[in-house]
């Protein structure tokens, strides 16, 4: 069973942030493509719709091992690398590095993705 109390750590491993908010922005305003559009996909972009699907409809922001693995694996693609950390949690690099739970990595993923997605034109 999954630890629901986990809080999401920031850059500063000494401060702890709130938990996820589900009525973010990155939830906000966030479809579901027709299921042919999921099943004709790979890897994380196949994955994003139902962890958006869980964590909207059931509340629950917990993340597997492969859902982390593919969205680093997405991101790395999109030019963000990350990297684990020896307690399990995850460094984000870039302009300044953030260190992160496993569900706010996935969460990074699913915005870019949704924001690739708006960018596109495409509708959904």
């Known amino acids: 069973m999954h630890d629901r109390s986990k809080r ?12 996820l908010p589900l009525h973010d922005d990155a939830v906000r305003g966030y479809t579901l493509p027709p299921m042919r559009e999921i099943q004709g996909t790979r890897g994380f972009e196949a994955i994003a719709d139902a962890i958006m699907y869980r964590w909207t409809i059931e509340r629950d ?31 984000i690099e870039g302009n300044t590095a953030t260190v992160c739970e496993a569900s706010r990595l996935v969460l990074v993923g699913l915005q870019h993705l949704h924001a690739t997605r708006r960018g596109s034109g495409a509708k959904r």
């Open 61 to 91: 922001t917990w993340v597997g091992p492969t859902e982390v693995e593919r969205a680093r694996t997405y991101l790395a693609h999109a030019g963000i690398p990350t990297r684990p950390l020896p307690d399990g949690r995850f460094v």
């Open 8 to 19: 999401v750590i920031d850059a500063d491993p000494t401060r702890i942030s709130p938990p």
